[in-house]
């Protein structure tokens, strides 16, 4: 019997009308098929077939209250019946800037968004125009949106072999040949201009010499390093002991603008976002995804003197929906809700994160199954690998990503719902029977394998 069949039947009709017949091209990676959801509640989430699944692709991040938190629900509607959107001003406005400022340490003031793509446009762009400078640095395995400006894709599995490619102006050359640092800046996308991408500069994160040498080069043209605060896109890996606090300094003291992408990171490390728990102050955070608690808002939050070029009319930062009423009221019940008992709600998702870590670890190891887990904070990413350690983006690279698939889609026959990339997100509604049960899941699956 077609355990899918609903779903499969949805994507077909879909497929004639809807091109792709998915809405974001890395939703069609779901195996056996993109599932079609009908409803979602606190962790679970239900498809058109009829099974239940535990959830921890929470839409990719910004379900952090879990599905149809009833609070937020009720205030949405209530808002709701006020109007959808105004094109005009209104207080939610005010009360969500008031709550950012409060609770983001490197906030004098923000601005509204959709998504964290926009966001990061219009970081970049903020910091193009203080600096009057137009060079990016980037790393590799981070992701910031699908904008043209910073979209690339990489050399694949092997950086050492791009060396050896007669590779164009944006690759940074080390003479240390031991140093596995060059890469050449790919667009990420068919239609995507390259003369955007012109600017960038594609390092490898974690390494202080690659950073020092660039800025060294390059310092005097950079408007701006942009970084995951944790790569949480390439294997959740965390910063070096004093990693971003060279690229602090190295930005201080050479007129660069610090972004720290906290997209991902931002509402789900702590209010404060990983800036926050890190103690880092970057000059701008771009925030998104768990802000709206589900609903389509983002956002950039930083320094007076940059966000003032957005006042004086130097930087133009538009949007038909940004800042709406839906969504402002949806960031204020989620941050708020995040906020009781001291933001309490953190260390549970962080404990639920460790608990599941450490439960997979040990499935892996019973059943004789060679893999990592690498938890940070409430996220984490289980990678099936031989390396030791997934400590980079070329270890992460060198994952069985297929492997993973296979285990997600087995996963899936067994109630719980992964993302195909091997990132797991776990939100407030996650509680004991959720892990035990996953993990149940988890054993029975690597059973399999061994038989
Ligand atoms: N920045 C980071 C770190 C992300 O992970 C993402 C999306 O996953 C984005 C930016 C882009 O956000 P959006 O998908 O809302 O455009």
Known sequence: MNRYRQSEELLNRSRRVLAGGVSSTLRA????TPLYAVAGRGARIQDADGHTYIDYLLAYGPLILGHGHEPTVERLLSSMRNGLAYGLQHQGEIELA????????????????????????????????????????????????????IF??????????????????????????????????IPGTGGQSE??????????????????????????????????PVMCNSGCIMPKPGYLELMRELTAANGIVMILDEVITGFRFGLGGAH????????????????????????VAGRADIMELIADGTVSHLGTLNGNCVATTAAVATINELSRDGGAVFARMEKSAADLSEGLRQAMKDHDIQGIVNQAGPVFHLMFTTERQVDSFEAFQKRDADLYITFAQEMLEEGVLLRPNGLWYVSAAHGEAEIRETLAAANRVFARWGE
């Open 276 to 299: 926050g728990v890190f103690r880092i102050m970057p000059d701008l955070v771009t925030i998104g995804k768990a802000m709206g608690g589900g609903i389509a808002i983002s956002g």
């Open 98 to 149: 008031e709550l950012l400022t409060k609770v983001l340490p490197c906030a004098d003031q923000v601005a509204f968004s959709g998504s964290g793509t926009e966001a990061v446009m219009l970081a970049l762009r903020l910091a193009r125009a203080y600096t009057n400078r137009r060079r990016i640095i980037r790393f590799h395995g981070h992701y910031h949106g699908w904008s043209d400006t």
């Open 152 to 185: 690339t894709s990489f050399p694949s599995t092997d950086m050492k072999a791009s060396r050896k490619r007669n590779v164009m102006s944006q690759v940074i050359r080390y003479d240390n040949d031991t140093h596995p640092t060059e890469a050449r800046v």
């Open 29 to 32: 990676a779901m195996k056996p």
């Open 195 to 228: 003369a955007a991408l012109q600017d960038i500069i594609l390092l490898p994160w974690n390494d202080a010499e690659a950073l020092k040498d660039a800025v060294a080069l390059y310092g005097s043209t950079v408007a701006a390093i942009i970084s995951e």
